[in-house]
């Protein structure tokens, strides 16, 4: 039989291996989200472990058991008990069952290689540390080489002379931007340069002094591969002088640190006795207690914190004292996504609440109950109108209900949005309503926002709800945000029994769009979209989507020449641009985003044929339906 030696040395190029597969990643997916994967899925997860480790296993003469084989390997890379189940379609105490057998089965070193695995990249890397500066210790006496080795193991203090570059910008939002490279053994160095800015050299065990000194809250590190692991003990002693680590293995996220999605932390949690799944850039790990979940979090330099319930009976409090952990350490962006129905359900999670003693021994199901019940109007005599009827909107949020009452209008809304996007809000938000203006008063659902976007974790439901000023009591309609940037709504219903319809003469939701060429070469698809035409007596408007995937740098341009062709060849010219302006080069508000706005023209009763004229120095033609 191979050696432990020997057989670490194998496993460890066999898993780097395999972590480079699809089955690698969708055993991460059933970790991270309880995914349900089919049985042809499961089959292909077993094969191709069998594949890849059928000859490390015969050499260790393990029985041929694939359950017991799979539990090894998984084990090996340390995914949890639940998901090796899933994957074995087993109960999860089989597999514990399985594991007891196998402790009393394997040689004890062999059984500790996969169940009590150790960072072989450490290890690896603290042994050529040793050959490189202690080559004479191996001729000496052998308890003092055992020593020396366990102190490097478990200390690092012989890194404590390692020389790192290192490079300060200053940056009135970033808190002076600072950051070095490193290597994985904490001993080569590269430094960091950056036009105008000559680097300073400086010792590992001096560099917490210096940032203290120069009073720097974040330093931005840039590893080599994706163990986050050696480093901990350098992002502690930071930590301890009030530094957040930005650890990244990308090196376009050194010189653009400011990109805030670069900067993200994920906890899954379990319940209280079981492992956490950690996550934050391309670093992956698994914490055995909460303690070490909270001595992980304030350490990241972070923007943001989702924590994922994987199931409704966790307990909120655990959920609490991880957001307290950022809360505590600024981080204020903390949500929860909770497994619905229809995808993924967020609800953000109020800003520094004490909610679990407040509603102690509640679970995440049920403060999420709690809090949508804060968007309830208390005020007395209020009229409701759920599904309210809109004529034209130009986002793909929904608006769910309308609480009006003689001390506030409040407007219920529900939005889905991707993974690892930005959303915004915006406390000024407007009404209109026959001419007169009526002003936001509050947001909820979005409390603890960094400015004015908030990070979008997951494919998820926002559900928000926008206090405004009363409305006049003989309102019947109001506009939202018309003429601007931001999502808009016209013709919502006020009034039950109104019908917003009646204002114009027809109505029409074409939904045809143009591909534009892209404006910036490293862009996704561009499009111009026609999402209504509302025929009025006095004019047509037409109702668009203008849609950039590009920075909010990059400007927008539509030109005069919009035009319109009707059926009976009559052309119309455009009159005016309501949201922007027109043959003017403007920036949006925020980038890779929707900007809508309407175009009016005379009064047409001609069925419309096709849409020309100018955007961003491109010519369109908008034609038939999509």
Known sequence: MNKPENLSAELYLLNAAFKQSEEYFLIQKIQMQGTVVSSADKNRIKES???????????????????????????????????????????????????????????????????????????????????????????????????????LIFSQDGNTQTELGYTAKNDAILDEHRFIRVSEDQSDVEYCLKKGYAPETVALDDLPKKLKREKAGRLTIKIDGTNIMPYRQLMESLWKVGVKSHITNEEKDVENTYHTDSRMVRVWVQGEDMPYHVMYNDFEWICETLESVLSWVPMLDAHGLCLYPMNDD?????????????????????????????????????????????????????????????????????????????????????????????????????????????????????????????????????????????????????????????????VKEFDLNPDSEKSNWYGVQASAGHNPYEKCMKLEMPYTFDILDKVDSDSQTDALELAAIEYNNDNTMLYFELCLMEPRHVPVFVGNDLTITTKSGSIYNVQKLHGIPMNENFIRHAGYTTTPFRAEFPAITDEIDFVTGSVCGESVTIKGRR
């Open 49 to 151: 472990i069998l594949k890849r480790y059928s000859a490390l296993f015969m050499s260790i003469s393990l029985d041929k058991n694939l359950n017991a084989v799979i539990t090894c390997v998984l084990s090996s890379m340390q995914f949890t008990s639940t998901t090796i189940s899933q994957i074995l379609s087993i109960e999860d105490s089989s597999v514990r069952s399985l594991k007891h057998r196998l402790k009393k089965k394997m040689d004890p070193e062999v059984f500790s290689l996969f169940f009590e695995p150790k960072d072989e990249s450490l290890k690896q890397d603290v042994s050529v540390h040793r050959k490189k500066r202690m080559p004479y210790l191996w001729g000496i006496l052998g308890c003092l080489l055992i020593a020396a080795a366990l102190f």
């Open 314 to 474: 966790v307990p909120y409090s655990i959920l609490q004292k991880i957001a307290e952990s950022a809360w505590n350490s600024n981080n204020k962006q903390v949500s929860m996504v909770l497994s619905g129905e229809e995808g993924y359900d967020c609800t953000i999670l109020p800003e520094n609440r004490d909610l679990s003693a407040k509603f102690p021994g509640y679970t995440v199901r049920q403060m999420e109950s709690q809090l949508l019940r804060e968007y309830n109007s208390t005020e007395p005599d209020v009229i409701t109108i759920d599904n309210p009827l809109v004529r034209v909107t130009t986002t793909r949020a929904s608006l769910d209900k309308i609480e009006r009452s003689d001390k506030e209008l409040r407007i219920f809304t529900s939005m889905r949005q991707g993974r690892d996007l930005w959303i915004s809000y915006d406390a000024n938000d407007v009404i209109i309503a026959d001419g007169k203006v009526y002003k936001c008063k509050e947001i909820i659902g979005m409390a603890g926002c960094e400015r004015d976007i908030f990070w979008s974790p997951d494919y998820c439901r926002f559900r928000l709800c926008h206090v405004f000023e009363p409305l006049d009591s003989d």
